[in-house]
T-cell receptor, first 114, second 114 residues
Framework: GDSVTQMEGPVTLSEEAFLTINCTYT??????LFWYVQYPGEGLQLLLK?????DKGSNKGFEATYRKETTSFHLEKGSVQVSDSAVYFC?????????????FGTGTRLQVTL | GAVVSQHPSRVICKSGTSVKIECRSL??????MFWYRQFPKQSLMLMAT?????????EQGVEKDKFLINHASLTLSTLTVTSAHPEDSSFYIC??????????FGQGTRLTVV
């Protein structure tokens, strides 16, 4: 079945450090890929997405490129801030439509310190 | 922009009682909504897909009689945890697709059964 694998956390970085959170996927078709962020005690917010191979999603300094050849969608940010501390989820969606399901990775907790 | 609103954000109930959680789509209609459960420091587990005007579709291993879902209108889905027990304590999150392109999530409900 479809699945998403994320690197284990927590990831602890100093402010202004470079961030990479690895995400790989297994899917029977051609999924859309997403990164969601969850702040403590809250629901999820879409961070960025890519719908086809070689697409790059970007938002708030975060980027991820849809790599079909390596089935990956790694999240990167050049300089993290304390406010980026949260849990990050990689997810895929195989089919379109309002009834399509998201398959989530296990989440990676990021902690950024001063 | 589109918003999914979940209520209540926190609830404490006694063991054996039932608790209802509401999920509303604001400014858009959602024929399908999703209910997730999240354990501490873990990923989201899809519990069920709520379909307006028809029965919900439950994921394997989720007790239908324990977690009652009603999707009575195009903007409201409810999850009722019946005869709650401490093991039902968790963070519950709902979501819906807006225009089939972006999934919006509710703020989540922290249920504590004492």
């Amino acid at each position: 079945g479809d699945s998403v694998t994320q690197m284990e956390g927590p990831v602890t970085l100093s402010e202004e450090a470079f961030l990479t959170i690895n995400c790989t996927y297994t899917a029977t078709g051609y999924p859309s890929l997403f990164w969601y962020v969850q702040y403590p005690g809250e629901g999820l917010q879409l961070l960025l997405k890519a719908t086809k191979a070689d697409d790059k999603g970007s938002n708030k300094g975060f980027e991820a490129t849809y790599r079909k050849e390596t089935t990956s969608f790694h999240l990167e940010k050049g300089s993290v801030q304390v406010s980026d501390s949260a849990v990050y989820f990689c997810a895929l969606r195989l089919n379109g439509g309002t009834a399509s399901k998201l398959t989530f990775g296990t989440g990676t907790r990021l902690q950024v310190t001063l | 922009g589109a918003v999914v609103s979940q209520h209540p954000s926190r609830v404490i109930c006694k063991s054996g009682t039932s608790v209802k959680i509401e999920c509303r789509s604001l400014d858009f209609q959602a024929t399908t909504m999703f209910w997730y459960r999240q354990f501490p420091k873990q990923s989201l587990m899809l519990m069920a897909t709520s379909n307006e005007g028809s029965k919900a579709t439950y994921e394997q291993g989720v007790e239908k009689d324990k977690f009652l879902i009603n999707h009575a209108s195009l903007t409201l889905s409810t999850l009722t945890v019946t005869s709650a027990h401490p093991e039902d304590s968790s963070f519950y999150i709902c979501s819906a697709w807006y225009r089939a392109t972006e999934a919006f999530f509710g703020q989540g409900t922290r249920l504590t059964v004492v």
